[in-house]
């Protein structure tokens, strides 16, 4: 049998040298304080790109590591949440 190892972050597998290389880049590592886990984050659908209800000016592509303005989204599971919602009605 092989260890396996599991990211931190999101639910991706592998050896620990692939895991550790990967929780650096993964885009739920909310450590990075990013605009991916971020809860000022607007997607941008038209434009295709992420605006900042906090005010930053994010330019276009990119996102902000290590911001001033980070607060982290809590992840949910969208699905259950409508579930639970509608069975509570």
Not at 22 to 38: A, G, L, Q
Not at 51 to 57: D, R
Request: aromatic letters at 10%.
């Amino acid at each position: 049998m092989k260890p396996v190892f599991k990211c931190d972050y999101c639910s991706k597998m592998g050896t620990e040298e692939e895991i550790r290389e990967h929780e650096e880049k993964c885009p739920d590592n909310y450590d990075k304080k990013d605009c991916n886990t971020c809860i000022h984050r607007k997607i941008n659908m038209k434009k295709e790109w992420y605006e900042c209800q906090a005010g930053k000016e994010i330019p276009k592509g990119k996102v902000y590591v290590f911001c001033d303005k980070y607060e982290r989204k809590i992840k949910t599971n969208e699905v259950s949440d409508l579930f639970s919602n509608l069975l509570a009605l």
